[in-house]
């Protein structure tokens, strides 16, 4: 192999980047957290929907450090979106994200050997290492004891361990971080191979290098990578002629040698793991009966084949009820200061179009979409709980179990769990995915589970609509609400139209058998408040950006829409159904009205197409508009909605049956266009998106066909 070259960093005149590598539940983003505290920005990597965490942080003698929280991996070669972004951005392959100066490779004690894979990896590319300890504390009530000193000298990087949760180590890893200014060189990899296997790694090496594709460590890494892969076009670096007959050539050469390189290159460092292991670890002898482990009782009732279910569906149903109960005061709070800032608008700005745009078109729209945030947030909040004590790993387990009955790959709990948030994060990892059909299938059900967008729609119509009365009471506390039983069996509704639809898929279009899941369950620990509440200012923010771009560009065109043609001559009604959006509503009621949506819904529906959230502001801005001025200049939307009423009949338009009926129709439709653009490019092609959005719409209206015929027919709305 070539000798270690210097890694020089020119950090004096500019801030250090630092990236956070590491195994998922490693505590990487703990760390993070603890790190930058509120100093961060979160998006997407440009052309990806990877986010991107980025932080910053002043070390020790005035420079800034600029952090970024690389996703959670176990190896650099790349087989999912995560891991592409991760190797690109250590290759320096990425012009929108610098190569960092220094790694801080995180590895959780108490699994060492696992972790110390990638740091195997990490150390083939070159850039300087920082490996931080975490889970220390644990590994010391197991009674194993880990010597730093010891690591440090087998592994021949800096060591230092933390307890982010509690602060704990925080300032001295600021300073050793700070001393790496001045790191010369990084020591080679200590992994060995065959003599041969090592020769076609040089000669791979040495092309890289010649066709200035990498630098010579990262021409290391790549070539190694690049030999793992079963075809070149695996590689996330451009390969030339050149660098494609040399590999055809050196993968003949393994061949006739009947060399397999991959299984040699993971010998060899799961070889160079153990050693280093035998001598940093101390274990307790233990005893021939060990006692169950504390995580191994608790799993005996977490992943019970009975128990765990019913715990699962409890949990979900607290949360839930905890959302509806705690967020009713921070939203009449926001919907006052919403009515309040309307009504200052009207007070000082004359009659006129410009008044009426801003008090129906932004503060209606945008408003009645910002009131829901409290639920989302502590919805978000909860979930971020139960990741960090280590039960969704558990929960993904239980699922797979269902999963496997349908036909579903068991790799799709994660990207079906993902889809929860969002669809198209979802619907990217299914790269992970290696059965073609299996993928597909995942593809197809995916936007079926009910996703963030659709909460501002649920809690409008629960609120408005569900009558809040006690399902399970015990003296004075009510356990289950009614809104709450409703909203969770929406989320119940999603997963069983997924599961159901994978099944007549795997049956149908798409036969196949879906292989065995194999996943890793990280150990029960004490959830951190702090990470959780920054995960849920994260997602605020998101969602106030969202609010403050697409929905308010929506609201002003609804708004446009509303209010032209004028006809002063005619009353509020007739001026609201002879618009341009009343045109719209009307000429696709027929087809919505036996579903029990009027042509005001329908506008909602069409709007909704950019993104789910928009039926709330839609509606505000429709019902605003068709409504007379108050003197405050705002109205109530939940209000407006269970007072409105059909010209024609007299009756209420919106009743709980169409309230339940609406949701429905949300759980099943396809209302995203950016989920069908995600669909077409994954599945390169428009049948699969044409035929989604089919199905998906034909189940929608199917269903909510018959649950509002069927609710009429007994006297339900």
């Not at 008090?359 to 408003?367: C, L, N, P, S, T």
């Not at 502001?617 to 409105?644: E, F």
């Not at 009743?655 to 429905?664: G, Q, R």
Request: charged letters at 15%; aromatic letters at 8%; one cysteine or more.
């Amino acid at each position: 192999m070539s000798p270690a070259v210097a890694v020089e960093s020119d950090v004096t005149t500019r801030s250090l980047t630092v990236a956070l590598v590491g195994n998922p539940n490693c505590g990487k983003t703990t760390l993070f957290n603890a790190l930058t505290g509120m100093r961060q920005k979160v998006g997407n990597y440009p052309g990806v929907t990877v986010e991107k965490k980025e932080g910053r942080a002043v070390l020790p003698g005035g420079i800034t450090a600029r952090f970024l929280d690389l996703p959670g991996l176990y190896s650099l070669t790349p087989h999912s979106p995560d891991e592409l972004i991760s190797r690109e951005v250590l290759l320096g392959l990425r012009t929108d994200t610098p190569i960092p100066d220094l790694i801080l490779n995180v590895v959780d004690a108490s699994n060492l050997e696992r972790n110390l894979y990638i740091t195997s990896q990490l150390l083939d590319i070159g850039i300087p290492i920082l490996i931080v300890l975490t889970m220390a504390d644990t590994l010391e009530k197991e009674g194993t004891v880990l010597n730093p000193a010891a690591l440090e000298k087998a592994v021949g990087v800096p060591v230092r361990s933390v307890v982010a949760s509690k602060k704990q180590g925080l300032e001295a890893l600021l300073e050793t971080i700070a001393e790496f200014i001045s790191v010369p060189s990084v020591p080679m990899p200590a992994w060995r191979m065959p003599e041969e296997a090592r020769d076609i790694i040089d000669t791979l090496q040495t092309v890289l290098q010649e066709e200035h594709l990498l630098p010579e460590r990262a021409a290391f890494a790549e070539a190694v990578s690049l030999l793992i892969q079963e075809n070149a076009g695996a590689s996330i670096v451009p390969t030339t002629p050149v660098v494609r007959r040399v590999l055809n050539d050196v993968r003949l050469r393994l061949a006739d040698k009947e060399i397999d390189f991959a299984s040699q290159v993971i010998e060899a460092r799961y070889n160079w793991i153990a050693n280093v292991c035998t001598g940093v670890l101390h274990r307790p002898i233990q005893p021939r009966r060990s006692p169950l482990s504390t995580n191994e009782r608790v799993d005996r009732v977490v992943m019970h084949p009975f128990w765990g279910y019913v715990l699962f569906v409890v949990i979900m149903t607290v949360i839930f009820q905890s959302v509806f109960s705690w967020a009713q005061i921070p939203m009449d709070a926001i919907r006052n200061g919403i009515g309040a800032f309307g009504a200052w608008i009207t007070h000082h700005l004359p009659a006129g179009d410009l008044r009426d745009l801003l008090v129906d078109g932004v503060i209606a729209g945008v408003g009645n979409a910002i009131v829901f945030l409290p639920q989302i947030l502590l919805l978000f909040f909860s979930i971020s709980l139960l990741e960090d004590t280590g039960y969704m790993s558990r929960a993904a387990f239980l699922m797979d179990k269902l999963m496997s009955k349908v036909g579903l790959h068991g790799k799709s709990f994660i990207p079906l769990l993902s889809s929860f948030a969002c669809a198209i994060p979802g619907i990217m990892a299914t790269r992970t995915i290696g059965d073609r059909k299996a993928r597909l299938i995942t593809i197809l059900v995916a936007p079926l589970m009910s996703c963030s967008a659709r909460l501002p729609v649920y809690f409008l119509m629960t609120t408005a609509f569900i009558p809040n009365r006690p399902v399970i009471r015990i003296f004075h506390l009510t356990l289950l609400s009614l809104p709450t039983l409703t909203f969770v069996a929406m989320y119940f509704l999603g997963m069983v139209a997924a599961f159901f639809m994978a099944l007549l898929f795997h049956k149908t279009l798409l036969k196949g058998v879906a292989p065995t899941f194999l996943m890793e369950l990280p150990p029960y620990r004490m959830p951190s408040i702090r990470t959780a509440i920054q995960q849920m200012f994260e997602r605020a923010g998101l969602f106030l950006k969202n609010a403050g771009t697409l929905i308010l560009a929506i609201s002003v065109v609804l708004w446009f829409l509303t209010t032209y043609p004028k006809h002063p001559d005619m009353s509020k009604d007739q001026r609201a159904r002879h618009s341009f959006a009343g045109y719209i509503g009307r000429a696709i009621e027929p087809v919505i009205a036996p579903l029990g949506f009027d042509w005001k819904m329908g506008i909602g529906i069409v709007s909704s197409f950019a993104a789910r959230e928009v039926f709330v502001s839609a509606m505000g801005t429709v019902y605003n508009v068709d409504d007379a001025k108050s003197d405050n200049g705002s109205v109530d939307l939940q209000q407006r909605l269970r007072d409105d009423l059909d010209p024609r009949t007299g009756k209420h338009v919106f009743t709980p049956l169409v309230a339940v009926c609406l949701m429905v129709y949300y759980v099943l439709a396809m209302q995203c266009m950016s989920t069908i653009a995600v669909v077409r490019r994954e599945t390169n092609g428009w049948k699969w998106p044409i035929f989604q959005t089919a199905y998906m719409t034909g189940l929608a209206w199917l269903v909510t066909f018959l649950l509002y015929q069927i609710g009429r027919a007994v006297g339900w709305g």
